[in-house]
Nanobody, 130 residues
Framework: QLQLVESGGGSVHSGGSLKLSCVAS????????IAWFRQAPEKEREAVSC????????HYADSVKGRFNISRDKAKNTMYLQMDNLKPEDTAVYYC???????????????????????WGQGAQVTVSS
């Protein structure tokens, strides 16, 4: 059973940076597709970014493109989300997610793809003040 533990959330001012980490145990991340989702108050959970099983595909939501970077360290069995130039509208709880999902543009553009990811982190609060 794969378990995910997140860390790295916090509060920053607009323009600041944060790096979220998600450590996996129980199974290797390398055999799965990974993604980061976020949920702001009173909003639906949305995909921020995904990365394919072989790291051969990476996609970002338009709202974070050029500012966020998803990565995976197989040796550490850890996935990351580097977030730069943060904006107040990035304020949300961020979740790492893992599943047998191919990363394609539709994952970050169409709703409902969270249902395809089997394993989830506990969530990390990110708050960006103006």
């Amino acid at each position: 059973q794969l378990q995910l533990v997140e860390s790295g959330g916090g509060s920053v001012h607009s323009g600041g940076s944060l790096k979220l980490s998600c450590v996996a145990s129980g199974s290797a991340l390398g055999g799965y597709g990974i993604a980061w989702f976020r949920q702001a108050p009173e909003k639906e959970r949305e995909a921020v970014s995904c990365l394919g099983v072989g790291a051969d595909s990476t996609h970002y939501a338009d709202s974070v493109k050029g500012r966020f970077n998803i990565s995976r360290d197989k040796a550490k069995n850890t996935m990351y989300l580097q977030m730069d130039n943060l904006k107040p509208e990035d304020t949300a709880v961020y979740y790492c997610a893992v599943g047998a999902v191919q990363c394609s543009p539709v994952v970050v553009t169409a709703p409902g793809w969270d249902a395809w990811y089997e394993y989830w982190g506990q969530g990390a609060q990110v708050t960006v003040s103006s």
